[in-house]
């Protein structure tokens, strides 16, 4: 880089002479042992098709030199931009550069992807955010979701892992000493930004959607919150954008659960060979978005497939919507004679059937059956539809709200209740009732004060079919997913005006034409044995009881990579607890542990998170502990207001 650091790549280059277009992935998750297997089933397959690929660490992760102290820096950003430059100017490259991704690689290839440099020519986003602070893993709707705290345990401990001897040299200790004395937590500076401010903004390309300059193909699972992003970003630049989102959560598809996956090395190839392979590109005959519209599945922890049909669409925008209007815990078809005064439950126990936000890409943690969640909700039912309903965008919810106090959260579900009375999770959002519509701001008003609130659900495509009831679910709290109020909040609606508005499937929606190409399972020769100390164990309240006690624990997961005699293990366990009535008491304590055996010695690295309220405030505090061969070589603490 210009400053003197040096980015280390590991680089496949196809067989044969000549100089061939060039693929990125930049990321930092290390190539040389965390998601070595991944890269294999990837890179080697583009490079046999007539690319150069290259898979380079961030700097300050992996074998990269330098410091990485927070997520989407304008150093991360001017990285991307040399290393862009400097593969255009290679022997072996053609002057066309590709950038791909999934979740940070996706993200900072949209990045790129402003003011793109010349060289770059089309990106895919994989799992990727437009919007960091209300689609990314650290808040919703202005409440901090407390996967922010799995994030803040994980991501200390994959910067201060070690470089390795093997390809960086002797100077692999001197530069993981330097590293080590820089780490910073970065959950300081997620948790500290409490609104929409520059901080979120920066790096947050929906902001900027005018100056993407090349094509972007965007892709994205509905068991991922960050699948959000995807039909936005088409709506917004369907010239260049083109969008896919299947069923699954936070993977590459080829790997996707709940399934159907596709074959995303033979999708993205197509995508490549378009855009970096002709001397007149040109947008391929693809619809302007190809979506797995899901249907009812009668819930449970992990599904290996959903129900469902891929649907194409050639017009991205919402053209149609279908109103219900709320009356007395009933969702109408017209507005209700008068109006009625209802008190939206303040029940800590909501939110025990949630799952997983999906941004980890565990097996599992889907949504669970919605009834018990009913029950501590004030809900609004229709009557069994006549016929099918099929969504396609964003739900809208407009409703006027009388919060006791500030702060306060409204939590909203709408479900599919089938006529055998089970609840199915379509979609859900909560919203800080302290801040304005757009998050970015406190609004102009009072405890007690009646306010309008404007509730936008994540985009989603999904058929209720005829017989089964919509159910709109309103609680003021949503634990263990999202961190409550440190005060109780009792709110009150009035149903007068407000209104349920379902963006229906457009007219000129149809079955998908062509079909994707299936998943294939690569690399031919795998290199690496996955051993597991056991499956992922999860464990739920008492609901009877004063404490709300939810955690689970992923034992030890071991990555043998044989061709380069180096294990790479990790672990965690995460813990939640607020009593019933009191939550004031929540706190949430999440473990991360990554151990790297390789020829030369030991690393061990544990780091841990816990946050919790008390009546003098909200407190953070972590701490990370490295060793190598049993002796330490670094620790940190760190103890914070939130």
Not at 133 to 162: S, V
Not at 261 to 277: M, N, R, S, T, V
Not at 412 to 426: F, K, T, Y
């Amino acid at each position: 880089m210009s400053d003197g650091v040096r980015l280390a790549a590991r680089i496949w280059l196809p067989e044969g002479a000549g100089p061939v277009p060039a693929i990125l992935e930049y990321i930092p998750y290390r190539k040389r042992d965390m998601v070595r297997a991944r890269d294999e089933r990837i890179h080697p397959y583009f490079a046999g098709h007539g690319y150069a690929c290259l898979r380079v660490d961030m700097r300050g992760s992996g074998d990269s030199e330098g410091v990485m102290q927070d997520m989407y820096s304008p150093a991360e950003l001017d990285d991307a931009r040399q290393l862009i430059a400097w593969i255009a100017l290679q022997e072996w490259c053609n002057g066309r550069v590709g950038m791909f991704g999934t979740s940070w690689g996706g993200t900072a290839s949209l990045q790129a992807a402003v003011d793109a440099p010349e060289p770059l020519k089309a990106i895919i986003a994989n799992c990727a955010t437009t919007d960091r602070f209300e689609d990314d893993i650290h808040w919703m709707g202005g409440c901090i979701l407390t996967d922010t705290l799995e994030w803040g345990a994980t991501l200390p401990a994959i910067l201060a892992a070690p470089p390795d001897a093997a390809t960086v040299g002797d100077g692999w200790l001197e530069t993981w000493k330097q590293r080590l004395l820089n780490l910073e937590f970065p959950h300081q500076n997620w948790l500290r930004a409490t609104r929409r401010d520059p901080y979120w903004r920066r790096g947050s390309v929906r902001y900027e959607a005018d100056r993407l300059s090349c094509p972007i193909l965007a892709i994205g699972g509905w068991s991922d919150r960050y699948s959000n992003s995807v039909m936005p970003l088409v709506e917004a630049r369907p010239d260049i954008c083109r969008g896919i989102v299947g069923p699954w959560g936070h993977h590459y598809p080829d790997h996707g659960e709940p399934g159907p996956a596709i074959g995303f090395q033979a999708l993205a190839l197509e995508w490549w060979d378009c855009w970096l392979k002709t001397e007149a590109p040109a947008m391929p005959d693809w619809p302007a978005m190809q979506l797995w519209r899901r249907e009812f599945d009668s819930p449970q922890d992990r599904l290996p497939e959903r129900k469902g049909t891929w649907i194409e669409i050639d017009q991205p925008k919402e053209t149609m919507e279908r109103c219900f209007c709320l009356g007395n815990r009933r969702l109408l078809d017209r507005p209700a004679v008068e109006s009625t005064e209802l008190t939206v439950p303040d029940d800590l126990r909501h939110g025990q059937c949630s799952g997983e936000t999906g941004y980890f890409g565990r097996s599992g943690g889907l949504p669970l059956e919605q009834t018990p969640d009913d029950r501590r909700s004030l809900c609004f039912d229709s009557l069994p539809l006549e016929k099918d309903l099929c969504i396609v965008g964003r739900a809208k919810l407009g409703i006027d709200m009388k919060p006791e106090v500030f702060p306060a959260q409204l939590a909203c579900r709408l479900c599919d209740v089938a006529p055998d009375g089970q609840s199915g999770l379509i979609t859900r959002t909560i919203v800080n009732l302290e801040l304005d519509d757009g998050l970015n701001d406190a609004r102009d008003a009072v405890s007690g004060d009646q306010i309008h609130v404007r509730v936008r659900f994540p985009a989603t495509a999904y058929r209720i079919a005829e017989g089964h009831r919509v159910r709109l679910a309103m609680g003021s709290s949503y634990w263990p997913l999202i961190w409550p109020s440190g005060r109780r909040s009792r709110s009150t609606m009035s149903t007068g005006g407000c209104a349920l508005r379902l963006p229906l499937q457009p007219d000129v929606a149809r079955t998908l034409q062509r079909p994707l190409p299936p998943a294939m399972d690569l690399p031919e020769v795998k290199r690496c044995r996955i051993r597991s100390a056991g499956p992922l164990q999860r464990h739920c309240a008492d609901e009877s009881g004063e404490w709300l006690r939810n955690g689970w624990h992923q034992p030890a997961v071991t990555l043998d990579l044989e061709d380069i005699d180096i294990s790479f293990t990790y672990e965690t366990t995460a813990e939640f607890s607020c009593g019933a009535d009191v939550s004031n008491s929540a706190s949430s304590t999440v473990s991360h542990s990554i151990e790297i055996n390789r020829p030369d010695g030991l690393a061990r690295i544990s780091s841990n998170i816990s946050m919790f309220n008390s009546p003098d405030g909200t407190r953070v505090r972590s701490g990370i502990d490295v060793l190598w061969n049993n002796v330490t070589i670094a620790s940190s603490k760190s103890d914070i207001s939130a």
